[in-house]
């Protein structure tokens, strides 16, 4: 089992940039496939960036494909998710997850396939 915590929410104004991190408990972290969702207000969740256990495969939503980067430290137990030009559009409760996986360079996009959740950190991008 693992447990998440995530951090550097907040508010920035559009065209500005967040570094959201998310810490994991456990010395199984590398066999976690680890995604980055988010939840606006009256919207389901979605998906935004996941990573391999190795760190060697990506792959981000369209909507914040080049905008966002998502990134792990299997030394650390962390995993990132650097946010560029944000717009007001992104404002949500951006959530990271874990999926235990097998294959070291396998992705999950899929929410039901995560089997553990931080409790979100909030961004709010003003205009």
């Known amino acids: 089992q693992v447990q998440l915590v995530e951090s550097g929410g907040g508010l920035v104004q559009a065209g500005g940039s967040l570094r959201l991190s998310c810490a994991a408990s456990g010395r199984t972290f590398s066999t976690y496939v680890m995604g980055w969702f988010r939840q606006a207000p009256g919207k389901e969740r979605e998906f935004v960036a996941t990573i391999s256990r190795n760190g060697g495969t990506t792959y981000y939503a369209d909507s914040v494909k080049s905008r966002f980067t998502i990134s792990r430290d299997n030394a650390k137990n962390t995993v990132s998710l650097q946010m560029n030009s944000l717009q007001p559009e992104d404002t949500a409760i951006y959530y990271c997850?874990?999926?235990?996986?097998?294959?070291?360079?396998?992705?999950?996009?899929?929410?039901?396939?995560?089997?553990?959740w931080g409790q979100g950190t909030q961004v709010t991008v003003s205009s």
């Open positions: 997850a874990a999926d235990p996986a097998i294959d070291t360079f396998a992705v999950t996009v899929r929410a039901y396939e995560y089997d553990y």
